[in-house]
C-alpha cells in the first residue's frame, strides 16, 4: 500500500503540473519576469515531451525529450554550445557539437546506462522522417543522470519505443514536472528531485528576447531557496554526518530566440551553472553537470543542403548586448531547479528505498524567517 501510493502521489504531481510550482507560493527569484508559462516552451517553437516509467517495486526512469523547433532538426539544424560544469557523465554527441556549433537532433534526457538505447533511437526516428533518404551521419545528443537509488538502472527499462514515445508526445503549452520523463527516479539535495522548468522576457530595451530553461535534477550540496539557508538551518546538508554525499548530475537545457552564435550559446550556457550555484548545488567530484543550449531564431537556421560555401549573412547579438541573457539564464535555471523540487512528490522504489519529497511548509517557513530584506517582492523588469 505504501508503494502504491507513493506512484499515486508522483503520477499526481505530474497530471496537476503547477498547482504548487516555486511562484505559485510567492516565491519569485531574481528581478526578471518570466514568460507566460513560466517554461522553456515560451521559446517560440520549443517542444517537451515525457515518457514516464513507474513499473513494479524497481522501476523508477524516463525519458524527456527537447524538440528545437517544428521541422525536421536534422534537416534545419540550430546553432548549440555546451558546457560542462563537472564532466563527470555520459553526454553522448558533445563533441560534433563542440567542433561544428550546431545541433542536428532533439536533445534527450534519461538515465545513464540509457544513454545507448537513446542514441540508437534518435537515430532510427530521424533516419524514418521524410528527406532523410541519404543520410549516413547523425549526432543524436543525449544526456543522463544517475537515477540507481530508486531506479533498477541495471535492469535496463529503458527501451526505443520510450524514447519515440516521448519525442512523438512532444508538444508546446505547459511543461509537466517533477516526477516525470527523465526525473522519474532522480534525487536532489537528499529529497526527490525531477523535471522543473522556468524561463525569462528580457524587457523591448534589451531585444524583448526569452530565454528557457530546462533542468533534471538528481545532486546536493548545501540548499539555499532564493537566499535563505535552507540547509543549514536544518542541519542535513553536505559536510554533515548524517548527509550522504553530493555526487549527482544535473542536466540543464536552455533554448533562446535571441540570434547568438555558437561561441555566445558557450558564454550563456556557462552562466547557467551559477543558477545551480544558486540553489546550493556544488558541482561535486562525481557530478555530472552540463547545459545545452542552442538558439531557434530562424534566421540562424542550418539547412543540411547549401548553396554554395557562405552562409546567408544574420545579424547577431553583440558581445556588449549579452549580460540582459546572461542574467536572464542564471535565473531561469535556478527557477527551474526549484520547481523541480516543489512539483516532486514521495518516492519509494527499488529495494525499497524511500526519499521524501521537500516539506514545503518547512521549507517555507524557514524562507520567510530567512530571506533576504525586500525577498521575491521586487518589482519586475
Known amino acids: 500500500m505504501k508503494l502504491?501510493?507513493?506512484?499515486?502521489?508522483?503520477?499526481?504531481?505530474?497530471?496537476?503540473?503547477?498547482?504548487?510550482?516555486?511562484?505559485?507560493?510567492?516565491?519569485?527569484?531574481?528581478?526578471?519576469?518570466?514568460?507566460?508559462?513560466?517554461?522553456?516552451?515560451?521559446?517560440?517553437?520549443?517542444?517537451?515531451?515525457?515518457?514516464?516509467?513507474?513499473?513494479?517495486?524497481?522501476?523508477?526512469?524516463?525519458?524527456?525529450?527537447?524538440?528545437?523547433?517544428?521541422?525536421?532538426?536534422?534537416?534545419?539544424?540550430?546553432?548549440?554550445?555546451?558546457?560542462?560544469?563537472?564532466?563527470?557523465?555520459?553526454?553522448?554527441?558533445?563533441?560534433?557539437v563542440e567542433e561544428l556549433g550546431n545541433l542536428e537532433s532533439p536533445v534527450i534526457l534519461t538515465n545513464t546506462l540509457a544513454v545507448g538505447t537513446a542514441v540508437s533511437a534518435v537515430v532510427e526516428n530521424l533516419l524514418g522522417l521524410e528527406g532523410m533518404e541519404e543520410v549516413r551521419s547523425i549526432n543524436a545528443v543525449v544526456g543522463e543522470t544517475n537515477d540507481g537509488g530508486l531506479n533498477d538502472i541495471r535492469s535496463l527499462p529503458v527501451r526505443r519505443e520510450h524514447v519515440w514515445q516521448a519525442i512523438a508526445s512532444a508538444a508546446p503549452g505547459p511543461v509537466a514536472e517533477g516526477c516525470v520523463g527523465a526525473g522519474a527516479g532522480t534525487v536532489a539535495f537528499g529529497w526527490k528531485g525531477g523535471i522543473g522548468t522556468a524561463s525569462r522576457v528580457l524587457p523591448a530595451r534589451d531585444g524583448g528576447h526569452t530565454v528557457g530553461v530546462l533542468a533534471q535534477s538528481n545532486f546536493g550540496g548545501v540548499f539555499t531557496l532564493d537566499g535563505a539557508p535552507v540547509d543549514k538551518v536544518l542541519g542535513r546538508h553536505f559536510m554533515r554526518d548524517a548527509y550522504d554525499g553530493a555526487d549527482g548530475s544535473c542536466m540543464i537545457v536552455v533554448a533562446t530566440d535571441a540570434p547568438l552564435d555558437a561561441r555566445n550559446l558557450r558564454r550563456l550556457a556557462a552562466r547557467a551553472m551559477l543558477g545551480l550555484g544558486r540553489t546550493g548545488g556544488i558541482a561535486a567530484n562525481g557530478s555530472g553537470d552540463y547545459v545545452i543550449a542552442f538558439s531557434t531564431a530562424r534566421e540562424l537556421r542550418i539547412p543540411h543542403k547549401h548553396e554554395g560555401p557562405l552562409n546567408p549573412p544574420a545579424a547577431l547579438m553583440r558581445n556588449e548586448a549579452m549580460t540582459p541573457l546572461f542574467l536572464a539564464v542564471i535565473e531561469a535555471a535556478e527557477e527551474a531547479i526549484l520547481n523541480s523540487l516543489f512539483m516532486a512528490a514521495d518516492m519509494t522504489g527499488h529495494r525499497g528505498r524511500a526519499v521524501k519529497a521537500m516539506p514545503v511548509d518547512e521549507v517555507l517557513k524557514i524562507w520567510r524567517e530567512h530571506r533576504p530584506a525586500g525577498g521575491s517582492s521586487v518589482k519586475k523588469p
Not at 60 to 85: C, D, M, Q, S, Y
Request: net charge positive; proline share 6%; glycine share 16%.
Open 4 to 96: 502504491l501510493l507513493g506512484v499515486l502521489a508522483c503520477l499526481a504531481a505530474t497530471v496537476f503540473a503547477g498547482d504548487k510550482r516555486a511562484r505559485a507560493l510567492g516565491i519569485e527569484p531574481g528581478v526578471m519576469r518570466p514568460g507566460a508559462l513560466n517554461a522553456i516552451t515560451d521559446v517560440p517553437g520549443v517542444r517537451v515531451g515525457h515518457a514516464t516509467l513507474i513499473e513494479g517495486s524497481g522501476v523508477r526512469t524516463g525519458v524527456t525529450a527537447i524538440l528545437p523547433h517544428e521541422g525536421n532538426p536534422f534537416l534545419e539544424k540550430v546553432p548549440a554550445a555546451i558546457h560542462a560544469g563537472n564532466g563527470f557523465g555520459k553526454l553522448a554527441g558533445a563533441t560534433q
